[in-house]
Nanobody, 117 residues
Framework: QVQLVESGGGLVQPGGSLRLSCEAS????????MGWYRQAPGQQRELVAS???????NYADSVKGRFTISRDTAWSTVYLQMNSLKPEDTAVYYC???????????WGEGTLVAVSS
């Protein structure tokens, strides 16, 4: 029904920047929200940022002022611009979309972000 393909992860030094992209493909399905979670080793998955159908956004306190979520006009791609990266941002980042019609999140396979000197 919904396929999500993430890109943009990698290794970056502290203070650096990365931009994650997530392209969603679906036929005739409206996405009510899009966003990113992350999961660090030994940690629970946590919400990083989300954008909902009215374009309001929500961020984890730990990334406010450093990360910016955005989308394209077709609601087919969601981006996460990550600046001033810290080692504690190291995690696998998962893209998701929420479909109200099914009351369900659909997930990407994840992309690794590693922040290290």
């Amino acid at each position: 029904q919904v396929q999500l393909v993430e890109s943009g992860g990698g290794l970056v030094q502290p203070g650096g920047s990365l931009r994650l992209s997530c392209e969603a493909s679906a036929s005739g399905i409206i996405f009510n929200a899009m966003g990113w979670y992350r999961q660090a080793p030994g940690q629970q998955r946590e919400l990083v940022a989300s954008i909902v159908i009215d374009d309001s956004t929500n961020y984890a306190d730990s990334v406010k002022g450093r990360f910016t979520i955005s989308r394209d006009t077709a609601w087919s791609t969601v981006y996460l611009q990550m600046n001033s990266l810290k080692p504690e941002d190291t995690a696998v980042y998962y893209c998701y979309v929420y479909v109200f019609k099914y009351n369900k999140n659909f997930w990407g396979e994840g992309t690794l972000v590693a922040v290290s000197s």
